[in-house]
């Protein structure tokens, strides 16, 4: 099983150039196996980039968000207590973005590889990162 970080899951679903070959390779190798996952924080995360237009989409994005909830390779992983729990307690040198914390607390509560070019999130001994 894999967690996908918000911009490898953008980049996933639009096919960008930006999404490394080794993190397409195995995001193409756990979907055979069964949906990737996304904490849907990562909805939030695409809203606000849309927002504050860090992010532009090809049709509006209440569509795009539409389109992608019945992805059938994708699974959305809703913030439990337990993940929320575990992301406000992760180590200080983790990046203190919520988001971030709550996307890397639910790789770790899945047992889940992370899929993300976040260097800060790779380093991170509590997480195994994939890019």
Do not use: C, N, Y
């Not at 090809?58 to 795009?64: I, T």
């Amino acid at each position: 099983m894999i967690v996908l970080d918000t911009h490898a899951l953008v980049w996933w679903v639009t096919d960008a150039r930006d999404l490394s070959a080794r993190a397409r390779r195995v995001i193409q190798t756990a979907v055979r196996r069964g949906p990737a996952v996304a904490s849907a924080i990562s909805i939030f995360e695409i809203a606000t980039a849309v927002r504050r237009e860090r992010l532009k989409l090809q049709v509006s994005l209440d569509q795009w968000l539409r389109d992608l909830r019945i992805l059938p390779d994708l699974r959305l992983e809703p913030v439990t207590a337990d993940i929320a729990q575990l992301a406000g307690t992760l180590e200080p040198a983790l990046p203190g973005d919520p988001a971030d914390r709550i996307i890397v607390a639910t790789a770790i509560e899945l047992k889940a590889k992370l899929v993300t070019a976040d260097t800060r999130l790779q380093q991170s001994a509590r997480v195994q990162t994939v890019w």
